[in-house]
């Protein structure tokens, strides 16, 4: 099993999530967070005073999976969430150790 | 304890200024003014202010000299409105700034506009009002306290009430309730003296900004409009032009805004910090609620216009279509500056374009012709962007730009009124020199008055309650230190 973790451009989301859908992935955590990478921040200028905000609003997109469905979802993350441009995100696949459905109880691929 | 003692000076101030009005209020005015209140002075007789609205339009051409005034119905009803559209101002200004702080300081801000209505609202009636406008005192310098408490401006007839009534030039027909236009001047002194606020939002002492609310409305505030607006105050005898408080209210607010900061000092983290607006929405409908209301403060301000005594007429429809094309002009050339100086149209910078041109063209809102607003407008935008962008190379902390705004639009507007003026004056441009130079005089004067009296006013209260906030407090955020309040929940 592996945790697959995205970053995105917000406006990307609906799209991913269709997308991932449409490959049968039923279930998917979004959170709103904020970072840079090499995009990096932006410049805001209210009457003559200029500030350089560092971090930009993304979401991360955290899916579980099971191994032969990691390449899969990762490719279809690549091709629905990217546009080309600086600051589209990245991908991370953590290696996943065990998962639980609390309402049943069960365990492993059976609980994803 | 700091805040208990702050308190009870607050109370006493005000314990101490009640006897001396009351006092006053048994006291007899020496000789009625001379000018604009002295028909006033005389209460019109019930049936004739009813009789009024019939006779009044058609009497107009063959009045005689100094007759007693005749109640105008359309006038009333129009500064009845415009009355109300300045007190709609001061919500408008209090979003206007409240917009522009942070977060945590939001209800704050709010609350220094508001608190000018109520502090303001009371001080206005129980004495305000006759230190502005009653009988003058000193040569020119104040009125006396024979109207504290809105003395006069109601008796008995058998029982029936009897209103005084209000004539700017007494020689013509056509006046209003003495009460209206006491009430219209009221919302000038409450709006004044919270436009200073956007100069110390985000770290001022909420008890020493009320006590200093009541100071400077009473000894610079009303001192200023005898001057001014008054027919003895000893700017109005030198034909100084200020149709609806550019002088008065702009000038003198923006530059008393200066001489707080000094005492008050920069905020902690500026300029570092990141001190951006937390909800530009807010600080752009405080704009547009202005902008409606300033309807009322220069159309409105026909009733004090030297040469007219009809409110709602054709100088009030000349202030109101300024009022429109000025603020357009000035929101326009504000955006186009900040575009090519800083790359960028920001909507703070419409907005804060649109309140320059309103504040540039409220002395010169009667005076001048439609193509003159225009000219002023666009002037205007960019005049001001340059005062606000001073404050980056000078290095003060104006929180909101009180002076940059109301300061440096304020002191131009005045100036360019001398230049502009051709409906009921002729500035330079019309070849009078004198108007000019007599906007100079009184500029200079108003903005030296309120300037050293601020200065004093900030040094006792910084000595005395404290101007500012604890560090900390400041820190954590004016509205949990100040009210115990947050904004958003």
């Known amino acids: 099993m592996k945790l697959i973790e995205a970053i995105i451009k917000p406006f990307k989301l609906d799209e991913v999530k269709d997308a991932l859908n449409e490959i049968g992935i039923e279930g998917i955590t979004v959170s709103e967070v904020k970072g840079f990478g090499r995009q990096k921040g932006h410049t805001e200028l209210y009457r003559g005073a200029e500030y350089v905000v560092d971090f930009i609003p993304k979401v991360k997109i955290e899916i ?28 991370f696949i953590i290696p996943l150790d065990e998962a639980v459905r609390i309402r049943t109880g069960e365990k492993g691929i059976e609980a994803i | 304890m700091r805040f208990k003692l702050s308190f009870v000076t607050l109370l006493a ?22 000018a604009a209140l002295s028909s006033a002075q005389k209460a019109a007789p019930a049936a004739a202010a009813v009789a009024a609205p019939a006779t009044a339009p058609t009497a107009a051409p063959a009045a005689p000299k100094n007759v007693d005034p005749v109640l105008n119905t359309g006038d009333t009803a129009w500064m009845l409105v415009s009355s109300a559209l300045v007190l709609f101002m001061i919500p408008g200004l209090a979003f206007f700034y409240g917009g522009m702080v942070r977060q945590k300081n939001v209800l704050s801000t709010i609350m220094h506009s508001f608190v000018a209505m109520g502090i303001v609202g009371v001080q206005w009636a129980v004495m305000g009002y006759s230190l502005s406008f009653g009988p003058d005192v000193g040569g020119g310098l104040v009125g006396n306290l024979s109207k504290a408490l809105m003395n006069g401006l109601i008796s008995f007839k058998d029982g029936n009430p009897v209103f005084a009534l209000f ?5 013509e027909p056509g006046a209003i309730p003495e009460y209206v236009f006491a009430m219209y001047q009221c919302m000038f002194a409450m709006i004044t003296v919270a436009l200073i606020s956007g100069a110390i939002a985000e770290r001022v002492k909420f008890s020493a900004y009320c006590v200093f609310v009541l100071l400077w409305t009473t000894l610079v505030y009303d001192p200023l409009a005898h001057w001014v607006w008054m027919s003895d105050g000893w700017l109005f005898k030198k034909g100084a032009l200020d149709f609806a408080g550019g002088t008065v209210v702009h000038l003198s607010s923006g530059i008393s ?11 902690h983290g500026f300029p570092h910090e990141r001190m951006a607006p937390h909800s530009l929405p807010l600080t752009l409908l405080g704009v547009g609620m202005l902008w409606f209301g ?53 909507a703070l910078g419409f907005g804060s374009g649109v309140v320059a041109g309103l504040v540039v063209i409220t002395p010169a809102a009667g005076f001048v012709q439609p193509g003159a607003a225009i000219l002023m407008g666009l002037a205007a935008g960019v005049v001001c962007y340059g005062g606000v962008m001073m404050k980056a190379k000078l290095k003060y902390d104006d929180s909101l730009d009180a002076f940059g705004v109301h300061g440096v639009g304020g ?3 005045a100036l360019a ?43 006792i209260l910084d000595k005395t309650m404290g101007l500012r906030v604890e560090k900390e407090d400041e820190i954590m955020g004016l509205d949990q230190t ?4 947050s904004a958003y929940n």
């Open chain 2, 257 to 267: 805004a200066l001489a707080f900061l000094v005492f008050l000092g920069k905020r």
């Open chain 2, 417 to 459: 009124t001398g230049v502009f003026a051709t409906v009921g004056a002729k500035g330079l441009l019309a070849g009078d020199m004198k108007q000019f130079m007599t906007q100079v005089i009184a500029v200079a004067a108003a903005g030296a008055y309120a300037f050293i009296v601020t200065l004093v006013l900030a040094f």
């Open chain 1, 64 to 91: 579980a999976v099971a191994d032969e469905l990691v390449v899969k979802v990762v490719e279809t993350i690549e091709n629905t969430a990217k546009t080309g441009r600086i600051g589209d995100g990245k991908i």
């Open chain 2, 294 to 346: 300033w309807f009322g403060f220069n159309a409105g301000s026909a009733i004090v216009g030297p040469n007219c005594s009809d409110a709602a007429g054709g100088l009030a429809g000349l202030a109101f279509a300024t009022t429109t094309i000025a603020p357009a002009a000035a929101g326009l050339s504000w955006m186009v500056a900040e575009w090519i100086h800083a790359g960028k149209p920001s």
């Open chain 2, 13 to 34: 101030t005000v314990a101490l200024m009640l006897p001396v009005a009351l006092l006053a209020e048994e006291a007899k005015p020496a000789a009625p003014a001379q």
């Open chain 2, 411 to 413: 002191t131009f507007g």
């Open chain 2, 167 to 171: 004539q700017n030039v007494p020689t």
């Open chain 2, 482 to 485: 100040q009210h115990s309040e």
